[in-house]
């Protein structure tokens, strides 16, 4: 059963943008705290922003005024919307829901940033 459905992503130019998003089922998304990793070929998984259902938000030093991420409550949706896009950028783009250890992964969508 797949409970985290990303979308939004494809191939922008440098300097452009685009707008990620991750729906879940409400149960997921008013207790879990919900995050956007990336990895890029060859290298590991890491965050790149966060958001707690208190609406507490993180980013990587490398996505920091450049990325916002925010909460949908209508929608039951989480999303990573992603500015001055740099060709570093470019990576699968993975949603992720985590509660006290009990995580769930979404199936990743590709961002390519050409320079």
């Known amino acids: 059963q797949v409970q985290l459905v990303e979308s939004g992503g494809g191939l922008v130019q440098a300097g452009g943008s685009l707008r990620l998003s991750c729906a879940t089922s409400?149960?997921?998304?008013?207790?879990?705290?919900m995050g956007w990793y990336r990895q890029a070929p060859g290298r590991q998984r890491d965050l790149v922003a966060l958001?707690?259902?208190?609406?507490?938000?993180d980013y990587a030093d490398s996505v920091k005024g450049r990325f916002t991420i925010s909460r949908d409550i209508a929608k039951n949706t989480v999303n990573l919307q992603m500015d001055s896009l740099k060709p570093d950028d470019t990576a699968v783009y993975f949603c992720?829901?985590?509660?006290?250890?009990?995580?769930?992964w979404g199936q990743g969508t590709r961002v390519t940033v050409s320079s």
């Open positions: 958001v707690t259902p208190g609406d507490y938000t």
């Open positions: 992720r829901a985590d509660y006290w250890g009990h995580v769930k």
């Open positions: 409400r149960d997921i998304f008013i207790v879990y705290n």
